[in-house]
């Protein structure tokens, strides 16, 4: 024993002499060597080296994983996954030290999914805020932006709104003059430019390092920059490149939140389901807007900073709490996946893929790296679910950026909302959101076609978008039924394709069970889909100023071209179906002549 570690421990120092990092060496010791020791030692090389010589414990592994490589996980026998966190968050130790036993797998699925859905919940509440507050910060309707060549309704503004703007005041410098609208739309798209670019580093960061703190460290970042953002009110801060420069860098952090957390969820959840179980976890999208709706317009009365930094704080504090709970896998946390082996858990590994045998004494090293960015555009189907999503999403942050304002300044029976009511009325769009991301998830479960799910729904938003514009001015009943049926048919196909879609793509045959892709196929789906998420809010900016009409129609085309885009994949799943239909037609007719 003595001389077979003591080679082995030459060989690895003489591997690691050009890296200087630490060596750690595990060997089970002898029973009468029960007593565990660290012996510490300069190598040959002048490498520092740690041997253990002790129990096969947990404790024992802990101690020996904090900063192993590759290699030397390979000698202790496990997955790189374990050597990378297994060090449990402290939330979750305090719950185990409670209940005196060791947390169940389903118990840990169950943390993650909540604690996931609240953070993300977060993330889109601080960003549905600056849709609130625009109307306060620009109060001055544009008489040109509320004509209506499809349904001519008023041209001129009613007492109403003359009133309201007079207890508004003037709004708030430099976005209250003519161009103010132009402005704000100029600060929605340098937040999504950054959030986009962002996104891509995000999912190569994340694939590489511990999700858990890199979430954390994105959530509190995000809570900063709000806040920041709303002090610029009590400060008395004008300068358009304070709120420009701070909306940035609150992208950058912004873009740490979606790759992490649907790899979070992919690592817990199976194939099976997986549509209609993410259909339900995605409505934090919806119930994140709803919530930043709610609380920004309640506190806009008492001034438009609170309206900020009140989800700042809340941002803020829920990266404390995902720090302190989320499990980020299944091995992070030592949980046991045997009791969901029927649920065909395939993210990041099942089925002990990844896991290597005790090799001590052996050279072998653990193959999974992390996927290229390159590499992961390859993997059949994510192009064009990519391209897919830059057309929904340029839809759908065009509704999350304007809808409010737009509401507030189009006559509803002939009356005009104020920005608080307006942003209420708005929450109807994300209710309705939530259920087409059910009914995505569940209808693309049944029929096992994600991109004829997804077609489908774009293909139904069109209608639904002219509807809404032609007559949605009618009475408030009529409106807020057609926006919730704009919010089904816009949201569904959103929410599919970056959850469900994104998790089977990241877990793709292709990939040969290899984890490492996983945040990867997420950023660069919702990277590209970012990109148009930026160039919705921007180009309405400038084209609501001469008509809303011209924006609606904006928004049907990309609905239209975000469904053409997944025609040759639409076309393979519907002969898929057709094969199927004939094979089992082919099996049901030697019995039939029986």
Request: net charge neutral.
């Given at each position: 024993?003595?001389?077979?570690?003591?080679?082995?421990?030459l060989?690895?120092?003489?591997?690691r002499?050009?890296?200087?990092?630490?060596?750690?060496?595990?060997?089970?010791?002898?029973?009468?060597?029960?007593?565990?020791?660290?012996?510490?030692?300069?190598?040959?090389?002048?490498?520092?080296?740690k041997?253990?010589?002790?129990?096969?414990?947990?404790?024992?592994?802990?101690?020996?994983?904090?900063?192993?490589t590759?290699?030397?996980?390979?000698?202790?026998?496990?997955?790189?996954?374990?050597?990378?966190?297994?060090?449990?968050?402290?939330?979750?130790?305090?719950?185990?030290?409670i209940?005196?036993?060791?947390?169940?797998?389903?118990?840990?699925?169950?943390?993650?999914?909540?604690?996931?859905?609240?953070?993300?919940?977060?993330?889109?509440?601080?960003?549905?805020?600056?849709?609130?507050?625009?109307?306060?910060?620009?109060?001055?309707?544009?008489?040109?932006?509320l004509?209506?060549?499809?349904?001519?309704?008023?041209?001129?503004?009613?007492?109403?709104?003359?009133?309201?703007?007079?207890?508004?005041?003037?709004?708030?410098?430099?976005?209250?003059?003519?161009?103010?609208?132009?402005?704000?739309?100029?600060?929605?798209?340098?937040?999504?430019?950054?959030?986009?670019?962002?996104m891509?580093?995000?999912?190569?960061?994340g694939?590489?390092?511990?999700?858990?703190?890199?979430?954390?460290?994105?959530?509190?970042?995000?809570?900063?920059?709000?806040?920041?953002f709303?002090?610029?009110?009590?400060?008395?801060?004008?300068?358009?490149?304070?709120?420009?420069?701070?909306?940035?860098?609150?992208?950058?952090?912004?873009?740490?939140?979606?790759?992490s957390?649907?790899?979070?969820?992919?690592?817990?959840?199976?194939?099976?389901?997986?549509?209609?179980?993410?259909?339900?976890?995605?409505?934090?999208?919806?119930?994140?807007?709803?919530?930043?709706?709610?609380?920004?317009?309640?506190?806009?009365?008492?001034?438009?900073?609170?309206?900020?930094?009140?989800?700042?704080?809340?941002?803020?504090?829920?990266?404390?709490?995902?720090?302190?709970?989320?499990?980020?896998?299944?091995?992070?946390?030592?949980?046991?996946?045997?009791?969901?082996?029927?649920?065909?858990?395939?993210?990041?590994?099942?089925?002990?893929?990844?896991?290597t045998?005790?090799?001590?004494?052996?050279?072998?090293?653990?193959?999974?790296?992390?996927?290229?960015?390159?590499?992961?555009?390859?993997?059949?189907?994510?192009?064009?679910?990519?391209?897919?999503?830059?057309?929904?999403?340029?839809?759908?942050?065009?509704?999350?950026?304007?809808?409010?304002?737009?509401?507030?300044?189009?006559?509803?029976?002939?009356?005009?909302?104020?920005?608080?009511?307006?942003?209420?009325?708005?929450?109807?769009?994300?209710?309705?959101?939530?259920?087409?991301?059910?009914?995505?998830?569940?209808?693309?479960?049944?029929?096992?076609?994600?991109?004829?799910?997804?077609?489908?729904?774009?293909?139904?938003?069109?209608?639904?978008?002219?509807?809404?514009?032609s007559?949605?001015?009618?009475?408030?009943?009529?409106?807020?039924?057609?926006?919730?049926?704009?919010?089904?048919?816009?949201?569904?196909?959103?929410?599919?394709?970056?959850?469900?879609?994104?998790?089977?793509?990241?877990?793709?045959?292709?990939?040969?069970?290899?984890?490492?892709?996983?945040?990867?196929?997420?950023?660069?789906?919702?990277?590209?889909?970012?990109?148009?998420?930026?160039?919705?809010?921007?180009?309405?900016?400038y084209?609501?100023?001469?008509?809303?009409?011209?924006?609606?129609?904006?928004?049907?085309?990309?609905?239209?071209v975000?469904?053409?885009?997944?025609?040759?994949?639409?076309?393979?799943?519907?002969?898929?179906?057709?094969?199927?239909?004939?094979?089992?037609?082919r099996?049901q007719?030697?019995e039939?002549?029986?």
């Amino acid at each position: 024993m003595a001389a077979s570690l003591h080679d082995l421990v030459l060989s690895f120092s003489q591997k690691r002499k050009r890296e200087g990092q630490s060596v750690f060496v595990f060997s089970a010791a002898k029973k009468q060597e029960r007593s565990q020791m660290i012996l510490s030692s300069k190598g040959f090389d002048g490498t520092y080296i740690k041997v253990y010589v002790g129990e096969d414990t947990d404790e024992a592994r802990q101690t020996l994983l904090f900063g192993s490589t590759k290699q030397e996980l390979a000698v202790f026998g496990l997955s790189e996954e374990v050597g990378r966190g297994y060090s449990k968050p402290l939330g979750i130790r305090l719950l185990e030290y409670i209940k005196r036993e060791k947390l169940s797998y389903k118990i840990h699925q169950a943390i993650a999914l909540i604690v996931t859905f609240l953070a993300y919940a977060t993330y889109h509440a601080t960003r549905k805020t600056a849709s609130i507050v625009k109307g306060a910060l620009d109060p001055q309707s544009s008489v040109a932006g509320l004509k209506f060549p499809w349904r001519i309704t008023y041209l001129s503004t009613p007492s109403e709104r003359q009133g309201l703007l007079w207890v508004q005041g003037d709004g708030w410098a430099p976005f209250n003059g003519s161009d103010g609208t132009t402005l704000l739309g100029q600060l929605d798209v340098a937040f999504l430019a950054v959030y986009a670019f962002g996104m891509y580093f995000s999912g190569h960061l994340g694939d590489r390092m511990n999700l858990r703190i890199f979430l954390a460290v994105g959530m509190v970042g995000t809570g900063l920059l709000t806040s920041l953002f709303g002090a610029g009110y009590w400060a008395n801060i004008h300068s358009f490149y304070y709120f420009l420069i701070v909306q940035m860098i609150a992208g950058l952090f912004q873009s740490t939140g979606w790759p992490s957390v649907v790899a979070v969820v992919g690592n817990w959840c199976g194939k099976k389901k997986r549509g209609l179980v993410m259909g339900i976890w995605n409505a934090h999208t919806s119930i994140g807007n709803i919530t930043g709706s709610l609380v920004a317009s309640v506190l806009l009365s008492y001034g438009w900073g609170w309206s900020f930094v009140v989800p700042g704080l809340l941002i803020a504090f829920m990266g404390i709490v995902v720090f302190l709970l989320l499990p980020v896998s299944p091995e992070s946390v030592g949980a046991d996946r045997g009791e969901e082996e029927d649920d065909e858990v395939d993210s990041p590994k099942k089925n002990g893929e990844g896991v290597t045998e005790a090799l001590l004494g052996s050279d072998t090293e653990i193959k999974e790296t992390a996927v290229g960015f390159m590499e992961a555009w390859r993997i059949p189907g994510v192009a064009p679910f990519a391209l897919c999503l830059f057309f929904s999403k340029l839809v759908a942050y065009t509704f999350l950026y304007w809808l409010p304002y737009y509401i507030s300044h189009t006559a509803i029976e002939g009356k005009y909302l104020s920005d608080e009511t307006a942003g209420n009325l708005s929450t109807f769009f994300d209710v309705g959101g939530v259920l087409g991301g059910i009914l995505a998830g569940h209808i693309s479960d049944r029929l096992d076609a994600r991109a004829i799910t997804a077609a489908t729904f774009m293909y139904c938003a069109i209608p639904a978008l002219y509807f809404y514009r032609s007559y949605g001015h009618i009475s408030m009943a009529v409106n807020v039924a057609l926006m919730f049926i704009c919010g089904m048919f816009v949201n569904g196909p959103y929410a599919l394709i970056t959850t469900a879609v994104s998790a089977d793509l990241g877990t793709h045959s292709s990939l040969k069970g290899n984890s490492k892709a996983l945040a990867t196929v997420t950023a660069i789906i919702d990277g590209t889909g970012s990109v148009g998420a930026a160039i919705g809010p921007l180009l309405t900016g400038y084209i609501s100023a001469n008509s809303w009409s011209a924006v609606f129609t904006m928004l049907m085309g990309a609905a239209l071209v975000a469904g053409l885009l997944l025609t040759r994949l639409v076309a393979a799943e519907v002969a898929a179906r057709i094969s199927e239909a004939r094979s089992q037609g082919r099996c049901q007719d030697p019995e039939q002549n029986v």
